[in-house]
Nanobody
Framework: QVQFVESGGGLVQPGGSLRLSCAGS????????MAWYRQAPGKQRELVAA???????NYADSVRGRFTISRDNVKNTLYLQMNSLKPEDTAVYYC?????????WGQGTQVTVSS
């Protein structure tokens, strides 16, 4: 498939950690700006974290200090390390390139934070 493939989600307790992975094709992740998004039920999809081609990163205020976005250029894989998870982090998480077309959206991976 041409879409990105997200994985690594699951059910965790508050304060727990997860690492999400995003697999691309070719050298997409290496050569394009990439980002993680999330969408909770009944809410608009929001930008969580972004990384540029040069490695600069930025985060939503709600996750800054808890989440870390990174990439492995050799494996063409994007990661999101999520620590100190909160119930409000519950959502379906997606990866994509902000400059890429809508056809690259994958199915996402579900993250549920609950006690």
């Amino acid at each position: 498939q041409v879409q990105f493939v997200e994985s690594g989600g699951g059910l965790v307790q508050p304060g727990g950690s997860l690492r999400l992975s995003c697999a691309g094709s070719g050298n997409t992740i290496r050569f394009y700006n990439m980002a993680w998004y999330r969408q909770a039920p009944g809410k608009q999809r929001e930008l969580v974290a972004a990384i540029t081609r040069g490695g600069s990163t930025n985060y939503a205020d709600s996750v800054r200090g808890r989440f870390t976005i990174s990439r492995d250029n050799v494996k063409n894989t994007l990661y999101l390390q999520m620590n100190s998870l909160k119930p409000e982090d519950t959502a379906v998480y997606y990866c994509n390139g902000p400059t890429l077309g809508s056809g690259y959206w994958g199915q996402g991976t579900q993250v549920t934070v609950s006690s």
